[in-house]
């Protein structure tokens, strides 16, 4: 079985913070015509209680399972192909923060691919945070992925890749800015994990320092 990009959410990192998007309808993304597999594209959300959900766009006749993996805190999401009349949106709440972490699983049981999704974040709203919400979507192809997110007013927003942790990180700080959507393309290398973390500085007087929990939330997909 091959591990890829997870097709399946994060934006499984807009993530409304209901995952909302910040710059357009929050919906999943169009999927070219003719694909064999059962899964079209995906979009993580988180909102402002703090609870995550994840959308899907399906091809006809698929049939989603959700079932959560007591043994390893696993949010397992299998596709399987039906002979049924189905929706071909659908919407799923993912399970509570277990220690600081969200762990996603997606099976599409036709093309027989998987692919992994981890969100570390804080068992917390987005309330008081320079990030108001955000979202990571993406297709069924696993090579690119979507972050669109907003922060609060007086907010700018900086993209940095640091090559010693291989993380794309997006340094949030109060300064001056004209806007606060945020849109970025990621694009995922194979057998490569895309990492994307928000990193929340901290103002002081002098200088800028970081907070006791930096890279918050952030978004591992294999």
């Given amino acids: 079985m091959k591990n890829l990009s997870f097709y399946a959410f994060l934006a ?33 959300q988180k909102n402002y209680s703090g609870k995550y959900t994840i959308d899907f766009m399906l091809n006809d006749n ?17 596709l399987y192909s039906s002979n049924n009349q189905s929706n071909k949106k659908e919407h799923h709440d993912i399970y509570d923060i277990d220690g600081g972490q969200i762990k996603v699983k ?6 027989d691919l998987t692919s992994n999704i981890s969100i570390i974040d804080d068992d ?12 990571i979507s993406g297709n069924s192809d696993g090579t690119s ?12 927003a900086d993209y940095v890749y640091n090559e010693e942790e291989e993380e794309h990180k997006v340094k ?11 849109s970025k393309v990621f694009l995922k290398e194979i057998n490569k994990p895309l990492k994307i973390a ?8 002098n200088h800028i320092t970081l907070s006791r929990k930096p890279n918050r939330p952030a978004v591992i997909i294999e």
Avoid: H, M, R, W
């Fill in 198 to 205: 928000f990193v929340n500085n901290k103002n002081n007087t």
């Fill in 62 to 78: 698929a049939e989603i399972d959700n079932v959560k993996n007591p043994y390893t805190n696993t949010n397992e999401i299998y």
């Fill in 12 to 44: 499984l990192v807009c993530f409304t913070f209901n995952f909302s998007s910040c710059t357009k309808t929050n919906e999943p993304l169009p999927f070219e015509e003719g694909s064999t597999e059962l899964l079209q594209s995906f979009i993580i």
């Fill in 172 to 182: 949030l700080k109060y300064g001056k800015s004209s806007k606060q959507d945020f």
């Fill in 145 to 156: 992925y979507i972050l669109d997110f907003s922060v609060k007013d007086g907010v700018v």
């Fill in 124 to 135: 917390y709203s987005a309330e008081g945070d320079k990030l108001k919400k955000y979202s």
């Fill in 106 to 111: 997606v099976t599409d049981t036709y093309s």
